[in-house]
């Protein structure tokens, strides 16, 4: 893996709050894990992406390493290449809905789709991690839209503490995974 550019503190920072400390890719927060999440270069370094913020997106480590320096990738329907969600230009809410019980994301669109599955924004580890936050109240995230159990309308997330800044701001740059145990949703490897 290439050496990344370090991304300065201000900037770390900027990314996070825009986020609301959520992976912009599996909506996972960042809040509740131990080790913070990664600045993600939406468009690589590698293919010409820049350090500015409007190419970083807030990524937990499995969707950052799961992206890599993809663009683009197979939307399951119709096996035509896309591109992948893009947190900058795209809205989560038009290409992801939550399942009824909150557990899965469904894509919308065949970026949706096609992001779902070269992400594995399903993987089992995070499910895991959905059924015990919706259990104590914190997951779907506030404003998400969810399926209704019968029919495909949409609701709202069920809300939360919205209001926990600056305990998750100890920015560090990525990768920064040696400070001590894997936290829930980071595999040191062999998840795939
Ligand atoms: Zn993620």
Same mark, same amino acid.
């Given at each position: 893996?290439?050496?990344?550019?370090? !991304?300065?503190? =201000?900037?770390?920072?900027? @990314?996070?709050?825009? /986020?609301?400390?959520?992976?912009? +890719?599996?909506?996972?927060?960042?809040?509740?894990? +131990? &080790?913070? $999440?990664?600045i993600d270069h939406i468009v690589p370094l590698s293919k010409g992406g820049s350090d500015e913020p409007d190419?970083? #997106?807030? #990524?937990?480590?499995?969707?950052?390493?799961?992206?890599?320096?993809?663009?683009?990738?197979?939307?399951?329907?119709?096996? =035509?290449? @896309?591109?992948?969600?893009?947190?900058?230009?795209? @809205?989560? %809410?038009?290409? $992801? !809905?939550? %399942?009824?019980?909150?557990?899965? !994301?469904?894509?919308?669109?065949?970026?949706?789709?096609?992001? &779902?599955? #070269?992400? =594995?924004?399903?993987?089992?580890? &995070? !499910?895991?991690?959905?059924? /015990?936050?919706?259990? &104590?109240?914190?997951h779907p995230p506030p404003g998400d839209p969810v399926q209704k159990a019968k029919g495909g309308e949409r609701?709202?997330?069920?809300?939360?503490? =919205?209001?926990?800044?600056?305990?998750?701001?100890?920015?560090?740059? $990525?990768?920064?995974?040696?400070?001590?145990? #894997?936290?829930?949703? @980071?595999?040191?490897?062999?998840?795939?």
């Open positions: 893996m290439a050496r990344r550019r370090r !991304i300065s503190p =201000e900037i770390q920072r900027l @990314v996070r709050q825009r /986020a609301n400390h959520l992976c912009e +890719y599996c909506h996972t927060s960042e809040r509740w894990q +131990y &080790v913070p $999440f990664t190419n970083l #997106a807030l #990524a937990c480590f499995h969707c950052n390493r799961r992206k890599a320096d993809k663009l683009t990738a197979l939307d399951p329907d119709s096996g =035509e290449e @896309v591109p992948l969600f893009n947190p900058r230009r795209d @809205v989560w %809410s038009e290409h $992801f !809905i939550w %399942s009824s019980d909150g557990l899965f !994301i469904i894509g919308l669109t065949a970026t949706g789709r096609a992001t &779902v599955e #070269a992400l =594995e924004l399903n993987r089992e580890r &995070v !499910i895991n991690i959905r059924a /015990a936050d919706r259990m &104590v109240g914190r609701e709202q997330g069920c809300g939360g503490d =919205e209001e926990r800044r600056g305990k998750g701001d100890s920015d560090t740059s $990525f990768p920064d995974y040696h400070r001590g145990a #894997a936290p829930r949703g @980071v595999s040191n490897g062999g998840e795939g």
